[in-house]
Structure formats: structure tokens, C-alpha cells
């Protein structure tokens, strides 16, 4: 063994580093492309089943010496490495962020687009009572050209003594009357183990106020491949909001709309305080759409039309409202659903503000 032999075995290292280096480099660039790829596809930077393959592909090959361990180490630091490259500049931005996304995002449901410039009005009862109560509701709707019909089948409400729903039957019931007149079906489902099943009747899962910090009902709504509505909590600040979106959008879940619907503060004339400022707010640091419930936020039907008017001039691409065939004998938030005429004066007064463009026919 000489020197010169040491030196010259050191030289072909050298050489070796020298392409691995270029290698590397190359696959950086790669995964770099890759990065943007995803985020423009709405689909998380870490992707742990791509790695699991890689390095299982990579421990099949190989020949030695160095053993398993030992590849599955330097290629997880490779991998870890471009994980670390994709992510730099977005590392604080989040997927719900227009640092990520700076085109808003449209989520379209038949000939309904959420997000797309024309405001969407989404009105029905709060909760699903009976068969010919949401099938009226759903046809006023139809008559209002509304095209989006709410209604409550799992309530979580203040008392285990009120009204908490009719579960999977209201969904059965709100889907029918939906399919009837062709309307799209909202409803809240509180409970993670519901979600695949309620998938068969509505066409956007609505999780409440109550659950926005509900992360494991979060994480599952991240992986339907169904709209989501996300409703801000009673109390929570804008950036809680933003980011219990991102726990269903970095689970794979793009389609996530906000809604603004009032936080708790002193106030008593209103049930919450209607935060019009969140509408601003949400549409700049967010490309999702951002909708405003006047029901929940004002409990008052005598200021819900300036509060819509307020919040679509505000920028919101749509509107949350109420709406009970006979309020008074509703099973719950009596006092803030609207009737049918007091719905289709609703509609006719936002209409006439010019601020909603959608195509729905005058309101009678
Ligand atoms: O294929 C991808 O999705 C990549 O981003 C590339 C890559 C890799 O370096 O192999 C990096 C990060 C992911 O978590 C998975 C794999």
C-alpha cells in the first residue's frame, strides 16, 4: 500500500463526490418543480407513502456494502433535505394562504360556483323537522333561485335537553327535498365517524362554530374528497381560523369554505357580533371562498338585509340565511328564522342592492 495509491483512491472519490453532487443537485431542481406542482394542486409538501416507496424501492436495489440501514439512512436525509428546499419560503406561509395560492379558490358544484365572483345564497331551516317542512322550504328556495339549501340533522345545542335532530334520517329527508328541486344540500356533521356516510347525501359538510377546534373532525373532513364549510368559532381569532382550515386543506381537502358567523363579545343586542372586518380580512389572506351567516351572527331578523348588503359589499361570496315555513313553531332558533315572505323580501332587498349577481330570478 502506497501513498500514491491513497491519493489516487482519494482522487476517485473526488470525482465520484463531484457527480454525486451533480446528481444531487439535479434531483433538488426536480424536487423543487415537484414542490410547486403540489402546492399548486392543493396537496400537502410532505408526502410520507412517496417516501415510504422510495425508500423501499432504494433498499430493493441495493447491492452493498453499505447495508439496509445505511441506504435508508442518507436517502431519508436526501429526502429530508428536499422537503426542507420545497418548504422554505412556504414554511410559514400556509395552503389556505395566497402566499401558497394567490388565485382564489372556486369550489363549483354543478351550475353553482363558490368563490367565483357571483355571491351564493345559502338558506334553509336550522334544523330538518319533518319531510314537508324542508321540502316547502326547499321550494321556496327553488322559487327564490336559491341554490343551496341548508338544514340541521345533528344539533349540538347548548342543553342535552333541546331539539339535537334528526341524525341520518334529516340528512335522508334534506337530500330528498333537494333532489325535488334541484337544489345542493348543506348539513352539519359533528362527529368524525359520521362523515363518509353523510358524503351520500349532502353536497358540502358543513362543520359548526362548536367544531372548528375539533382537530380529529378537522383531520377526517381532510380526507373527503367533498366541499367542506368551515364556520369560525364562537370566540376564535383569524389566524385559529386560517389555520383550522389548513388541517383540512394539508390533509388533501382543497375545496374549504369560511364563514363568518358572528363572535361572542358584550354586546346583548345581537346573539354575536357580526365581524364584518373577517370578510376583508379572510379574502386577503385567503384565496378560499369566505361566506357570512346573518342568522347566526345577528339572531335579529330586522337587521339581517343590511348586514347581507354590508357583508357583500365588504367582498363575501356569499350569504348564509335562516329560513322556516313557520318560524314560531320551529324546534329551534325560533326567533331568528325567516318566514317565506319575510325570506322573499330577504332576497328581493339584497337583489335590489345590486351587490348579488347570481342569476336568481326576481323574488316575488
Ligand atoms: O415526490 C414528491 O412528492 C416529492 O416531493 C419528492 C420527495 C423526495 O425527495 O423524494 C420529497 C418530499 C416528499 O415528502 C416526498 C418525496
Known amino acids: 500500500m502506497s501513498e500514491e495509491m491513497l491519493n489516487d483512491m482519494r482522487s476517485r472519490v473526488d470525482r465520484i463526490d463531484d457527480q454525486l453532487l451533480e446528481l444531487l443537485s439535479e434531483r433538488a431542481r426536480i424536487g423543487l418543480r415537484i414542490g410547486e406542482l403540489k402546492a399548486g394542486l392543493n396537496r400537502p409538501l410532505r408526502d410520507p407513502d412517496r417516501e415510504k416507496e422510495t425508500l423501499n424501492r432504494l433498499a430493493a436495489r441495493n447491492a452493498g456494502p453499505f447495508d439496509e440501514a445505511a441506504v435508508r439512512r442518507l436517502f431519508r436525509e436526501i429526502v429530508k433535505a428536499t422537503l426542507e428546499l420545497q418548504q422554505p419560503e412556504k414554511k410559514k406561509a400556509l395552503l389556505v394562504s395566497r402566499k401558497s395560492k ?139 381560523f386560517l389555520h383550522a382550515a389548513e388541517y383540512i386543506v394539508s390533509r388533501g381537502n382543497g375545496e374549504v369554505m369560511l364563514i363568518e358567523r358572528g363572535i361572542r363579545t358584550y354586546e346583548k343586542w345581537t346573539r354575536n357580533t357580526l365581524d364584518i372586518s373577517a370578510v376583508p380580512l379572510l379574502k386577503r389572506e385567503s384565496h378560499l371562498p369566505v361566506l357570512v ?36 313553531e320551529a324546534l329551534s332558533d325560533a326567533d331568528q328564522q325567516l318566514d317565506f315572505d319575510e325570506f322573499r323580501e330577504f332576497v328581493r332587498e339584497v337583489k335590489a342592492s345590486g351587490l348579488y349577481r347570481q342569476g336568481a330570478p326576481a323574488a316575488t
Do not use: W
Open 102 to 240: 394567490a388565485d382564489d379558490t372556486v369550489i363549483r358544484l354543478g351550475d353553482t360556483a363558490i368563490g367565483g365572483g357571483q355571491p351564493v345564497l345559502v338558506a334553509g331551516p336550522c334544523s330538518v323537522e319533518s319531510r314537508e317542512q324542508v321540502r316547502r322550504t326547499a321550494a321556496a328556495l327553488a322559487e327564490a333561485g336559491v341554490p343551496v339549501i341548508r338544514g340541521g340533522a345533528f344539533k349540538p345545542r347548548t342543553s342535552p335537553y333541546d331539539f339535537q335532530g334528526l341524525g341520518f334520517e334529516g340528512l335522508k329527508l334534506l337530500k330528498e327535498a333537494a333532489d325535488e328541486f334541484g337544489l345542493l344540500a348543506i348539513s352539519e356533521i359533528v362527529d368524525p365517524r359520521h362523515l363518509e356516510q353523510a358524503c351520500d347525501y349532502v353536497d358540502i359538510i358543513q362543520i359548526g362554530a362548536r367544531n372548528m377546534h375539533n382537530f380529529e373532525l378537522l383531520k377526517a373532513a381532510g380526507e373527503l374528497r367533498k366541499p367542506v364549510l368551515l364556520k369560525r368559532g364562537l370566540a376564535a381569532t383569524m389566524d385559529e
Open 293 to 328: 351567516d346573518v342568522s347566526h351572527s345577528t339572531g335579529r331578523k330586522d337587521i339581517m338585509a343590511p348586514c347581507a348588503k354590508a357583508a357583500l359589499a365588504a367582498g363575501a361570496d356569499g350569504i348564509m340565511v335562516e329560513v322556516h315555513p313557520n318560524p314560531p
